[in-house]
């Protein structure tokens, strides 16, 4: 049977969990980043993870700090016109629940794992060439080295060279440009509440999420044309204690230290591969943060990597290997419509827009079913924590 090698672009989550699955095999796996460890590791971004993403991170043996040191999420709340209810999502979802855990504290262990097991990891090292013309795939590094590889994993995001190098017709993408934009922050602040508070306002959505017993991640739904430059400190906790308003509940604000504009995409690439590359996570597909999908995604991505990988390895079949999109496909397809649907109950839509005061009130029915039916609730409480980890 063939002995395979792999390299790995990117250090992010997808990357890093790829290559410990790969380690834990004996595959010979080089991982390579054009951020150094600083760099990498000082990137603040989702903190959300799903039900199957702690499953796989005790499976592996690198849970114990976030279990130690995050937090089990299982209520949400939900906020709109004055009024508010909160949803306990477990006792819908067989006791399943998400976990808290910022995503460079995640990427932190996955590191320091990989690295502990004896693994090639290559920091502050850009790959600047990928060449599939031969018949093994070659990389090559800003230092003029370079690497041969039986598969190369791009996992180094939209701009990466995995999804760059894909030849013309290889890939077909699938994307949307949704009419809202957030202006997405970090405060240096306790949360205000000990869950997710998701909040319709006729100004605009709010979002308050948990990050640390310290650091809260807020969101604001501004208009399409402002900038960061709009949005002074002042005018963001004015705006956020107006949207986030419930009688005896009181926001705690803070310094902000980390503040940007979010323009709201999705793409999904189909296939996942082309040749001897594979696409995972954001260069194979980016999703809105509304539902925090995309890490959990990009992980998920890495374990069927590493499985298809396993089953190649095994019988020497290279059908096997289209397993990966087949398999995949669905569950981003399914990641998607939940955070296009979540979005759409929750933000106002811009006067003048489209069908605006019918979808205001479409927004208002998914809210009440929200809140009154066991049944809806027991799917979006699924869809919200996420699946299962496959045996």
Avoid at 62 to 78: I, K, N, V
Wanted: charged residues 20%; contains cysteine; glycine residues 10%.
């Amino acid at each position: 049977m063939p002995q395979i090698n792999v390299v790995i672009l990117g250090a992010g989550p997808a990357g890093l969990t790829l290559g410990n699955l790969l380690q834990r095999r004996g595959v010979p796996c080089t991982v390579v980043e054009k951020f150094d460890r600083e760099q990498l590791l000082g990137r603040a971004r989702a903190g959300m993870l799903e039900y199957r993403t702690v499953e796989l991170l005790k499976r592996i043996g690198l849970a114990d700090r976030m279990l130690a040191e995050g937090h089990p999420h299982s209520q949400t709340e939900f906020r709109s016109a004055g009024a508010s209810f909160c949803l306990d999502l477990p006792s819908y979802y067989e006791g399943r629940s998400h976990h808290i855990f910022p995503q460079q504290e995640v990427v932190r262990d996955l590191l320091d794992g990989f690295e502990a097991a004896g693994g090639d990891v290559r920091l502050g090292c850009a790959a600047v060439g990928l060449d599939i013309s031969g018949p093994q795939p070659v990389v090559t590094l800003a230092d003029g080295s370079t690497l041969t590889a039986d598969f190369v994993a791009g996992a180094d995001g939209t701009y990466g060279l995995g999804r760059a190098t894909a030849p013309p017709g290889a890939i077909r993408e699938f994307t949307m440009q949704h009419e809202f934009q957030w202006l997405t922050l970090l405060a240096t602040t306790p949360p205000s509440a000990g869950w997710t508070v998701y909040a319709q306002h006729e100004r605009g959505f709010a979002g308050h999420l948990l990050r640390s017993d310290t650091v809260t991640r807020f969101h604001l739904q501004v208009p399409v044309e402002d900038t960061v430059d709009d949005w002074p400190d002042d005018r963001i906790w004015a705006e956020l204690h107006a949207r986030l308003a419930k009688p005896g509940w009181t926001l705690s604000d803070g310094p902000i230290f980390s503040k940007n504009m979010l323009e709201m995409q999705s793409r999904v690439s189909e296939p996942m591969q082309y040749g001897k590359v594979f696409l995972v996570g954001d260069a194979a597909h980016i999703i809105t943060p509304s539902g925090g999908k995309g890490m959990n995604l990009a992980i998920a991505d890495a374990l069927e990597l590493d499985r298809v990988l396993a089953a190649y390895a095994a019988t020497g079949d290279a059908t096997v290997l289209a397993e990966y999109s087949t398999r995949r496909i669905p569950d981003i397809w399914r990641a998607q419509e939940f955070s296009h649907a979540l979005i759409h109950m929750m933000h106002t839509y811009p006067e003048g827009s489209p069908d605006a005061a019918f979808r205001q009130k479409l927004q208002q029915s998914r809210l009440w079913q929200l809140e009154h039916s066991d049944a809806y609730v027991r799917s979006f409480a699924a869809s919200f924590v996420g699946p299962l980890l496959p045996d």
